[in-house]
């Protein structure tokens, strides 16, 4: 049975667990802080949208799943059609880093890999502590 400080099967290192799952969260936050989401339209098919023909697909595969929910035509419609509509969405965003200081973008990317090397390391097995004699 292993202890309640034991991480990943291994002998020690909730600590540094702990920590590194501190550090990559605040990391990860700040950096997704200065990350700026803006749409366009259509990007990656060309201008028009596609939305209406997708739908019909999608409750052409509703009826038809309705009608006979074994039909694998009216599944493939179904995810088919909401597979492309999410492509399609993702497709059309467009990230940017919002600017910052040096000083904001080394603390973000230091605390995101320096908390995932510390997760890491937290996994590995520890060498025992010596056990501490009690004092008289």
Aim: proline share 7%.
């Amino acid at each position: 049975m292993h202890k309640f400080r034991d991480v990943g099967g291994t002998t020690g290192g909730l600590g540094e667990f702990l920590l590194g799952i501190a550090m990559t969260g605040l990391g990860f936050y700040r950096l997704a802080n200065h990350v700026m989401v803006h749409s366009g339209w259509n990007q990656l098919w060309g201008p028009g949208g596609r939305g209406g023909p997708v739908l019909l697909v999608v409750l052409i595969g509703f009826g038809v799943i309705f009608y006979n929910g074994r039909n694998p035509f009216g599944w493939l419609c179904v995810f088919g059609g909401i597979g492309y509509g999410m492509v399609s969405v993702l497709s059309n965003l467009t990230m940017t880093f919002r600017p910052t200081t040096l000083w904001d973008t080394l603390l973000m990317f230091a605390l995101f890999g320096g908390g995932l090397g510390l997760v890491f390391k937290s996994t590995r097995a520890h060498p025992p502590r010596p056990e501490r004699e009690p004092s008289p």
